[in-house]
Nanobody, 118 residues
C-alpha cells in the first residue's frame, strides 16, 4: 500500500486549505484512513479518520467543527479540509491507512507541511 499526500503550504491565520491523500496498491476492505499531524517538539497525534465500512468520520476533539474529512472511492482518495486555521495547526500532516484485517497494519504517507503564519 502506498499513500501520496499533498495540499500543504503556507496559509495565513483564518485561512483554509484542503489536503489530499491518494491510496494505491493492495488494499483490503477493512480499514480506516485518515490524518495524523506532528508539530515540532510534540508527539504525532491523530486528528481525523473515516471508516471504509460505513464512511463514518471521526475527529479529535480539538479539531471538531474546523476539520472535515471526506473521500472519493472512485479515485481512492481521502481529503481533509481545514478551516479557520490557527498557528496551532502548523505541523507536518501524515496520511495514515489503518488496515484492520488482515492485520492490524499501519501504512503512512510521506507527510505534507502546513504552516500557518501571517
Amino acid at each position: 500500500v502506498q499513500l501520496q499526500a499533498s495540499g500543504g503550504g503556507l496559509v495565513q491565520p483564518g485561512g483554509s486549505l484542503r489536503l489530499s491523500c491518494v491510496a494505491s496498491g493492495s488494499i483490503s476492505h477493512f480499514y480506516n484512513i485518515g490524518w495524523f499531524r506532528e508539530a515540532p517538539g510534540k508527539e504525532r497525534e491523530g486528528v481525523s479518520c473515516i471508516s471504509n465500512s460505513d464512511d463514518r468520520p471521526y475527529y479529535e476533539d480539538s479539531v471538531k467543527g474546523r476539520f472535515t474529512i471526506s473521500r472519493n472511492n472512485a479515485k481512492n482518495t481521502v481529503y481533509m479540509r481545514i478551516d479557520s486555521l490557527t498557528t496551532e495547526d502548523s505541523a507536518v500532516y501524515y496520511c495514515n491507512l489503518h488496515q484492520l484485517w488482515p492485520g492490524p497494519k499501519h501504512y503512512w504517507g510521506q507527510g505534507t507541511q502546513v504552516t500557518v503564519s501571517s
